[in-house]
Each structure stands twice: as structure tokens, then as C-alpha cells.
């Protein structure tokens, strides 16, 4: 008969982190992994992943460990049954082969193909959860799926190419509207800054502010705060602070001053002009 995974119980919330001064609030809390079953069996994590569908899991143990049914091991994958390690023969799934992550058109296609697929995770201590690392899949499945794969490589290949070029295209002229209010709010800062600032705060992938929601808005806190972490960096002596050991709020403390008086000579001319004026610029 065949064996099924274990059910997944429903997660429990994480408790939100404290915010760090001057970020803004903690985030909300996120599901969790279901407390108690991983390290029963030893998978070295806190519990079954959540988050990669209601199906069959397969897990890669960071510690050595037998399968509860043969006693065979150490196992490399195993299936939690009944809180107990099973072996992919004892849980019937020792006739898919493994493809691991990194090939996203051959993974999707395998899944497509094959008419039982089954995600396998491993616990990353550092981040605190289950990454998945890749895929089970029939045998037969797999070889259709890379015959699939080569047949359009070309094809694919050309639609990369033209995404890739889109997107630089679009990230190019973000910069140039990131650095075009950062002109508008801050007049005396230079524009070769101007367009430095929006290129390194708008960069994709980075996790930056100009990548944020408010970033992409450009909205005036995220431009003000581009410029300011500019500012810090790069006309104060902050990262020497850093570098002699003192602590990164005490540095700010010190350079503080600094900071508001390029930030106020910047935007001078345009207090002046919405003064002469009398509408904001």
C-alpha cells in the first residue's frame, strides 16, 4: 500500500521583530513552520516547509539519519511518515529521479510531463527556513521535457535577450526620472550627483529604495531618502566611524549635522523659489 507524507498542520504565527530606530514599523507577523516535527526526526529544521503546496515533500536531512521502515541510511531525501523517516522506496517514490533547481523552463515542463512530481526542500539555518532545491520526477518525463527543452533553446535564448534589453531600457529611464526630481527637490546638488544617486538607489535586484513601492512612486520620502544615505556615505566620514568599530547609531549622531547642512545648501534654491513664488516647486 502505498505510503502518504505526513499532513502539514496549520502554521502558527511568528512573532513580528522589533523595528530598528528610524526604519518605521515591524513588519506583520508571517505564517511559520509547524513547530516540533522536523526535529523529531532530525531534518534539522523546525518543522516540514510551509508554502510549497498541499502535495507530497521530500526532504535533504542536515543530519545523518535510518529509514524507520528498512533501516537504511544515511539517507541523502526522505518523506516524513508518522513523524518517522521513510526512504523514497518505502514511501513508493523510488522510481522518480531527481532534477535539481536552477533550469526553470526544464523544471516546469518536467512537472508538466511527469504524472507524479514531488517538491524536495532543505532547512537553511541561516535564514530560518525550508528553500526548495529542487524536483522528483518520472525518468521517462524528464527525457521528454529536455527534448522539449533543446527544441526551442534557440527560441528562448532570443526572448532572454529581448527581455534583458527591455528592462535595461526601463531601468535607464526610471534613473533618469529618479534623478530628475531629485533635481527638482534638491536644485544645488550637481547633476552628475544627481544621476549617481538615482543609478545606485534605483538599481534592480538591490533591495534599495528606489526599488520600493514609494521608490518606484517616486514619492518625495523615497527621493529624500536616496539622497541622505547618499549624503552620508560619501561626504562624511560615516564609514570611517563604521570602520574604527563605533556603533552605526553613534556614528549617525555624529555626522547628523553634517548631513542637514549639504542636505539645506541643496535644497536652498528651491525654498527660495517656492518663497518667491508662493506655490511649492
Not at 176 to 198: M, N, V
Not at 213 to 219: E, H, N, V, W
Request: charged content about 25%; hydrophobic content about 40%; glycine content about 10%.
Amino acid at each position: 500500500m502505498a505510503s502518504a507524507a505526513l499532513p502539514i498542520p496549520e502554521p502558527g504565527p511568528v512573532p513580528a521583530p522589533a523595528p530598528a530606530p528610524g526604519i518605521g514599523p515591524a513588519p506583520a507577523p508571517v505564517p511559520g513552520p509547524a513547530p516540533g516535527i522536523g526535529s523529531a526526526v532530525g531534518t534539522g529544521g523546525p518543522g516540514p516547509a510551509v508554502g510549497f503546496g498541499a502535495g507530497l515533500l521530500v526532504v535533504q536531512p542536515l543530519r545523518r539519519k535510518h529509514c524507520a521502515g528498512c533501516r537504511r541510511g544515511p539517507l541523502s531525501m526522505l518523506v516524513l511518515e508518522d513523524a518517522a523517516p521513510r526512504c523514497l522506496d518505502c514511501a513508493d517514490l523510488g522510481h522518480l529521479v531527481y532534477l535539481p533547481r536552477g533550469d526553470t523552463a526544464l523544471t516546469r515542463r518536467s512537472r508538466e510531463e511527469s504524472g507524479l512530481s514531488v517538491v524536495v526542500v532543505r532547512f537553511n539555518r541561516r535564514k530560518g527556513r525550508y528553500e526548495r532545491e529542487g524536483v522528483l520526477v518520472e525518468e521517462a518525463a524528464l527525457a521528454r521535457a529536455e527534448e522539449r527543452c533543446l527544441a526551442d533553446a534557440e527560441a528562448r535564448r532570443r526572448r532572454r535577450a529581448r527581455d534583458a534589453r527591455l528592462r535595461s531600457a526601463q531601468d535607464a529611464h526610471f534613473a533618469e526620472l529618479f534623478a530628475a526630481e531629485i533635481l527638482r527637490l534638491f536644485p544645488g546638488c550637481p547633476a552628475d550627483r544627481a544621476r549617481g544617486i538615482a543609478a545606485h538607489a534605483s538599481l534592480r535586484g538591490s533591495g534599495r529604495v528606489g526599488r520600493s513601492a514609494a521608490g518606484r512612486a517616486l514619492s518625495e520620502a523615497a527621493v529624500v531618502f536616496a539622497v541622505r544615505a547618499s549624503v552620508r556615505h560619501v561626504d562624511t566620514p560615516y564609514d570611517r566611524l563604521l570602520m574604527s568599530g563605533v556603533p552605526r547609531y553613534e556614528a549617525r549622531r555624529l555626522i547628523a549635522a553634517d548631513v542637514e547642512t549639504l542636505i539645506r545648501t541643496w535644497g536652498e534654491d528651491r525654498d527660495a523659489r517656492t518663497a518667491r513664488d508662493g506655490t511649492a516647486a
